[in-house]
C-alpha cells in the first residue's frame, strides 16, 4: 500500500508560479514510478508530468517548457514547480503512483496507476 498526500494548491494570477508537492509513504514507495495529473471542471483527468525508466521526465504538450516535475533524493517527496500559468492550468491536481515501468505511449493513461492522493486545487486569475 502506498499513501499520497498532496500539498500546495493556491489561488496564483496569470503568469505566476506555484509549487505542488506530493509526500509518499508506504511499503517500498521509492520501487513506485510517479506523476502528476490534473482535472478541470467537467473535464477528463490528464497526465501532466511523469518520469520513465531511466529517470528522464515527460511532460503533456500543455505544460512543456512550463512545468518541472522532480523528486527527492528518498524519492518520498513529488514536486510539481508550475511557472507561467495560464488560466488553463487551473484545476485539481493529482499524485499518482504505478508499479512499474509502463511502455511511453501509455504514460498518462491513468489506468496504469494504482494509487492516487486526494488532490489539491489550483486556481488561476487573469
Known amino acids: 500500500q502506498v499513501q499520497l498526500v498532496e500539498s500546495g494548491g493556491d489561488s496564483v494570477q496569470a503568469g505566476g508560479s506555484l509549487t505542488l508537492s506530493c509526500v509518499a509513504s508506504?511499503?517500498?514507495?521509492?520501487?513506485?514510478?510517479m506523476a502528476w495529473f490534473r482535472q478541470a471542471p467537467g473535464k477528463d483527468r490528464e497526465g501532466v508530468a511523469t518520469f520513465v525508466k531511466d529517470g528522464s521526465t515527460r511532460y503533456a504538450d500543455a505544460v512543456k517548457g512550463r512545468f518541472t516535475i522532480s523528486q527527492d533524493g528518498a524519492k518520498t517527496t513529488l514536486y510539481l514547480q508550475m511557472n507561467d500559468v495560464v488560466p488553463e492550468d487551473a484545476g485539481t491536481y493529482y499524485c499518482a503512483a504505478r508499479a512499474g515501468p509502463t511502455p511511453e505511449y501509455r504514460l498518462f493513461n491513468r489506468m496504469d496507476y494504482q494509487y492516487w492522493g486526494q488532490g489539491t486545487q489550483v486556481t488561476v486569475s487573469s
Open positions: 508506504g511499503n517500498s514507495v521509492g520501487r513506485y514510478r
